[in-house]
């Protein structure tokens, strides 16, 4: 671009109104593709900038592989739990539609010990069918145990139908990787809002160096049965689920958290031990012994971070950072909270642009 049309260009992007500035979102992960489609739909331009896209599958893409259930989560602050409460209420409605890949099924959760004052029992107040179980319903090895519907979701499916959902609203894709936040600055300089949903990026990002995250590696087994209908979540020392995919004919089968652990390999001890605990768990639905052919292998990356994910909003100069990060193997439970919550913060910034 020659001197003049740079400088015209320029003028032009000073003289552009504050909500026609494209968003920028860093990561076109489950939090950053949510938080696209939840900005676009409130009439905001976004482009999503990342390595990885809706319908890649690389090991450190973690939304391609979570196991993606929505389940109430102990030791969280209440407004934490509100995020949880509003994707429950989106996911709700997408699973009328087949092509999201969410699906509505049973629940039965076992604690091994009396739960605690914030334990996951708040989901009572958001799930349908919720009951605490007779004794003569669960093993005499659990202190107690609770049926409720919930929502799973099958990511081979979401992410595509969340990246389609994106494109569709007027949203652009930028397959990029970028060391700094700054070399999104450069290439957007008309842009005031940005979002970092980076994940593990934020790590090494040079102007973020968040040192609090960490890769988790977690491995799972895919079961192929017709059996698909309910999860099973067993909460204590013994940590194990089985949750269904019944878009896929299957059950997934959990779980276990390597920190800084990168390896692409199978590690068939894991999947063994994960094989035995489910079984122990829900003999009715995965054997003690499952036939080869109907036996497959997840593993994935999560972006964890010590102290829980960061949301926050950060003013830098004339731009604004929005930090979204860090959900581990919460990403999926909190993501259109989390997209709800961002697009708040959003309208805030504009706000403070707007009213003079």
Same mark, same amino acid.
């Given at each position: ?12 992007? $000073? ?14 992960? #489950? #939090? ?8 676009? &739909? @409130?009439? +905001? ?85 919720? %009951?605490? $179980? ?6 005499? !090895? +659990? ?38 936040? &700054? ?11 940005? #979002? @970092? ?14 040192? %609090? ?15 698909? @209908? ?12 089985? =949750? ?53 292998? =997840? ?20 731009? !604004? ?12 439970? +909190? ?12 309208? !805030?910034?504009? %706000? ?5």
């Amino acid at each position: 671009m020659s001197p003049l049309l740079m400088e015209q260009y320029d003028n032009d992007a $000073m003289q552009m109104p504050f909500a026609q500035r494209p968003i920028v979102i860093l990561g076109a992960g #489950i #939090i950053g593709c949510a938080t696209a489609r939840q900005l676009l &739909q @409130n009439g +905001f331009p976004v482009v999503v900038v990342a390595e990885y896209l809706p319908g890649d599958q690389d090991i450190t893409y973690a939304s391609a592989w979570a196991g993606a259930a929505w389940h109430a989560a102990g030791g969280i602050k209440p407004e934490q739990r509100y995020l949880q409460a509003v994707t429950h209420r989106v996911l709700l409605k997408m699973a009328q539609i087949p092509e999201s890949g969410v699906s509505i099924v049973k629940a039965r959760e076992y604690l091994e010990q009396k739960p605690a004052p914030d334990s996951a029992i708040w989901g009572r107040t958001v799930t349908a069918k919720f %009951r605490e $179980m007779s004794r003569d319903e669960f093993p005499d !090895n +659990f202190y107690c145990a609770w049926s409720y519907e919930t929502l799973v979701t099958d990511p081979t499916r979401h992410m595509p139908y969340l990246g389609k959902q994106v494109t569709e609203l007027g949203g652009t894709f930028v397959r990029q990787r970028v060391q700094s936040l &700054q070399e999104l600055y450069d290439k957007f300089p008309e842009s005031r809002i940005f #979002i @970092n949903a980076s994940g593990l990026g934020s790590l090494t990002l040079t102007d973020v160096l968040d040192d %609090r995250c960490f890769p988790e590696r977690g491995q799972t087994v895919f079961l192929r049965t017709d059996k698909c @209908n309910t999860m099973y979540f067993r909460n204590g020392q013994e940590y194990t689920y089985v =949750i269904p995919r019944p878009l896929s004919h299957g059950v997934v089968l959990g779980g276990v958290k390597q920190q800084d652990n990168l390896s692409p390999e199978v590690d068939l001890d894991i999947a063994r031990d994960e094989i035995t605990r489910a079984h122990r768990l829900a003999p009715d639905v995965v054997p003690e012994q499952p036939a080869d052919e109907d036996v497959s292998h =997840i593993i994935g990356i999560r972006p964890s971070r010590r102290g829980g994910f960061r949301l926050d909003s950060e003013k830098h100069g004339d731009r !604004n950072v929005i930090s979204a990060y860090g959900f581990g193997g919460g990403g999926y439970a +909190f993501s259109y909270g989390i997209a709800d919550a961002v697009g708040k913060m959003v309208e !805030n910034v504009e %706000r403070e642009n707007v009213i003079v």
